[in-house]
């Protein structure tokens, strides 16, 4: 029988894939990518919400990515029998440039700190968030190469 503090559960698994460098978006790394949007609107901080199927802030090419992790945490939600009316909320965050912390002092890891955050509010008003920081340049084509992953969008 599925039970809400299984979303707590969820959230980390979001996370962890979101952060993941084989996270990818049209072949590029999918921070790296969101990095951009984020320098581009004054370092402002990107908000993709799951069940509201929208990107903060908006920018038409991100669309098929917002519906690409919309679609990931019904599957999730589907797999564990957790029906979508208990969640009231589901909201990814992504903030670059943010002050270091102590686990992002890794070594070998090029570029600027960045913290990613999965908020999911239930029904009932319990609130379950899970973050992670690592480490993030902008998007560059000389620098990123593309992945045999790709998807065309």
């Known amino acids: 029988m599925a039970r809400r503090k299984e979303l707590k559960n969820i959230a980390q698994g979001i996370v962890s894939s979101f952060v993941s460098r084989n996270n990818d978006y ?3 790394w999918e921070l790296a990518k969101l990095y951009d949007l984020s320098k581009n609107n004054s370092g402002a901080e990107i908000s993709i919400d799951l069940l509201g ?3 903060y802030p908006y920018s038409e090419s991100f669309e098929p990515l917002v519906y690409i992790w919309q679609s990931k945490f019904l599957k999730i ?3 564990r029998s957790i029906p979508a ?3 009231n909320s589901a909201i990814i965050h992504a903030k670059f440039d943010v002050e270091y912390r102590e686990q992002l002092h890794k070594r070998g890891m090029s570029g600027e700190p960045c913290t990613c955050e ?3 509010i239930t029904d009932t008003g319990s609130k379950y968030s ?3 920081g690592t480490k993030c340049m902008p998007f560059s084509r000389a620098w990123f ?3 045999t992953r790709r998807k065309n969008f």
């Open 53 to 55: 199927s929208t990107i």
């Open 118 to 120: 999965c908020v999911i």
């Open 145 to 147: 190469q593309r992945s």
């Open 26 to 28: 049209d072949g590029y």
């Open 85 to 87: 009316k208990w969640v």
């Open 77 to 79: 939600l589907g797999s």
């Open 130 to 132: 899970v973050s992670a």
